[in-house]
């Protein structure tokens, strides 16, 4: 590993610096046990950059993020900026984000951890080693189609409305990015949409089914409709690999599926953007949890969302494959073994703080990193 890795680190408000301290000493382990050369580099957004710049991101951030080679999120927001002018709420500095990188897929892993099967609201045969990924576009489709407002016939009557609307290349590029990732898991797509009563839907359809006869036939492809798929989910998730959906039904059935997991504190994203000349995605990694004013400064808070965000970007963006399983390995161990933050606490299991949980993954990927070697090296005498 010879050329520095540009990380941009945006702790932001709540107990975003609080996970995110356990990640950068992740980082510097990284750095020190596996000659990663993580070269880090950190600012403020959010509130905190809203109460120290007058803006939750300045231009000089945002260029910073631009030219990373991956930039690691905390969680924005809280009741402190409730009342702060609409345009410079501490949200909108994760939008800016999210628009000016163009990150369009939003990676969202629903994986229920042995152990933890008892923290979902499902049966546990139903959830107990599920593994799912939904690909979800970020920066298209109704959220962002024109024209939208609220007007009023000539006869009076008012009304609002938006427009679903996708482009074959805003189509092609997220489904693109769904059968890439399939390849590396177990080969299997299911593209959602509701093309029985939208045209958009009729088209989305269309245009993955051309691009996986072009591109992706030795990817499994399922059509689903989403009103279907919500059902699923909830009925036999582990049907799904990887679950490829517009903006709208992404947003839902993404939070759908993360609840088949327990805890927000355990879930982690990605949100990615197009391959640049030298072939590196913009990307971008964060917890799918807020800033948890509730629970911010008391060291309750779960690392293991913001983590396991850490070890999907050591995957993505770095094809560091063997340290983010590390990372994930530890994770799981840790709680296998026992320690739990209040979130995720059940009989039998040790509530620890923030900085011990994190302690305890250190410790983990110090111990499965050890034997691993040993492993090796035995390995290679025979
Ligand atoms: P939240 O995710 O912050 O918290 C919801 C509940 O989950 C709270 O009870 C909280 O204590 C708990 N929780 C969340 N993360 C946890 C963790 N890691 N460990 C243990 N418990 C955890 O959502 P909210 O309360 O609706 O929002 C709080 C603030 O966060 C708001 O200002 C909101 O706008 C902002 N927010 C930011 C983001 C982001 O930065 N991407 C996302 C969602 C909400």
Same mark, same amino acid.
């Given at each position: 590993? #010879?050329?520095?890795?540009?990380?941009?680190?945006?702790?932001?408000?709540?107990? *975003?610096?609080?996970?995110?301290?356990?990640?950068?000493?992740?980082?510097?382990?990284?750095?020190?046990?596996?000659?990663?050369?993580?070269? +880090?580099?950190?600012?403020?957004?959010?509130?905190?950059?809203? &109460?120290?710049?007058?803006? #939750?991101?300045?231009?000089?951030?945002?260029?910073?993020?631009?030219?990373?080679?991956?930039?690691?999120?905390?969680? %924005? *927001?809280?009741?402190?900026?409730?009342?702060?002018?609409?345009?410079?709420?501490?949200?909108?500095?994760?939008? $800016? !984000?999210?628009?000016?990188?163009?990150?369009?897929?939003?990676?969202?892993?629903?994986?229920?951890?042995?152990?933890?099967?008892?923290?979902?609201?499902?049966?546990?045969?139903?959830?107990?080693?599920?593994?799912?990924?939904?690909?979800?576009?970020?920066?298209?489709?109704?959220?962002? /189609?024109?024209?939208?407002?609220?007007?009023?016939?000539? &006869?009076?009557?008012?009304?609002?409305?938006?427009?679903?609307?996708?482009?074959?290349?805003?189509?092609?590029? +997220?489904?693109? %990015?769904?059968?890439?990732?399939?390849?590396?898991?177990?080969?299997?797509?299911?593209?959602?949409?509701?093309?029985?009563?939208?045209?958009?839907?009729?088209?989305?359809?269309? +245009?993955?089914?051309?691009?996986?006869?072009?591109?992706? #036939?030795?990817?499994?492809?399922?059509?689903?409709?989403?009103?279907?798929?919500?059902?699923?989910?909830?009925?036999?998730?582990?049907?799904?690999?990887?679950?490829?959906?517009?903006?709208?039904? *992404?947003?839902?059935?993404?939070?759908?599926?993360?609840?088949?997991? /327990?805890?927000?504190?355990?879930?982690?994203?990605?949100?990615?953007?197009?391959? /640049?000349?030298?072939?590196?995605?913009?990307? !971008?990694?964060?917890?799918?949890?807020?800033?948890?004013?509730?629970?911010?400064?008391?060291?309750?808070?779960?690392?293991?969302?913001?983590?396991? #965000?850490?070890?999907?970007?050591?995957?993505?963006?770095?094809?560091?494959?063997?340290?983010?399983?590390?990372?994930?390995?530890?994770?799981?161990?840790?709680?296998?073994?026992?320690?739990?933050?209040?979130?995720?606490?059940?009989?039998?299991?040790?509530?620890?703080?923030?900085? %011990?949980?994190?302690?305890? +993954?250190? $410790?983990?990927?110090?111990?499965?990193?050890?034997?691993?070697?040993?492993?090796?090296?035995?390995?290679?005498?025979?």
């Amino acid at each position: 590993m #010879s050329s520095n890795k540009k990380i941009l680190m945006l702790p932001g408000d709540g107990i *975003g610096p609080e996970v995110m301290h356990e990640v950068a000493r992740m980082i510097d382990w990284m750095n020190d046990h596996r000659g990663a050369a993580f070269e +880090v580099q950190e600012d403020l957004a959010g509130g905190a950059a809203y &109460d120290a710049h007058g803006t #939750s991101l300045t231009d000089e951030t945002m260029a910073h993020a631009l030219a990373s080679d991956a930039v690691l999120f905390g969680s %924005v *927001g809280g009741p402190k900026w409730d009342n702060v002018p609409r345009e410079e709420r501490p949200e909108n500095g994760l939008l $800016r !984000l999210r628009k000016e990188m163009d990150l369009f897929a939003n990676l969202r892993p629903a994986t229920v951890f042995d152990g933890l099967a008892d923290a979902s609201s499902l049966k546990e045969d139903i959830i107990s080693g599920l593994d799912l990924m939904i690909v979800r576009e970020l920066t298209a489709g109704v959220y962002f /189609g024109e024209p939208r407002g609220i007007d009023t016939l000539p &006869d009076g009557t008012r009304r609002g409305f938006d427009t679903e609307v996708y482009t074959e290349p805003e189509i092609q590029r +997220v489904a693109g %990015v769904a059968f890439e990732l399939a390849r590396k898991r177990s080969n299997k797509v299911h593209s959602v949409e509701k093309a029985n009563v939208m045209e958009s839907g009729v088209f989305w359809r269309e +245009v993955v089914t051309a691009l996986h006869e072009a591109e992706y #036939s030795d990817v499994e492809l399922h059509h689903m409709y989403a009103d279907n798929c919500a059902m699923q989910l909830v009925r036999n998730p582990k049907q799904f690999d990887v679950i490829v959906t517009s903006n709208l039904f *992404g947003d839902i059935l993404s939070d759908c599926a993360a609840m088949l997991t /327990g805890s927000l504190g355990m879930l982690p994203s990605a949100s990615l953007g197009a391959p /640049g000349a030298d072939g590196q995605r913009k990307a !971008l990694y964060e917890p799918v949890h807020g800033s948890a004013p509730d629970i911010a400064g008391q060291r309750l808070a779960n690392p293991v969302a913001m983590m396991l #965000s850490y070890a999907m970007m050591l995957r993505y963006s770095f094809d560091m494959m063997a340290e983010a399983e590390l990372v994930e390995q530890a994770v799981k161990n840790v709680l296998t073994g026992g320690l739990r933050t209040a979130d995720i606490m059940s009989e039998k299991t040790a509530r620890v703080s923030t900085d %011990v949980m994190g302690d305890a +993954v250190l $410790r983990e990927m110090g111990k499965l990193s050890a034997s691993s070697s040993a492993h090796k090296v035995s390995g290679g005498g025979e």
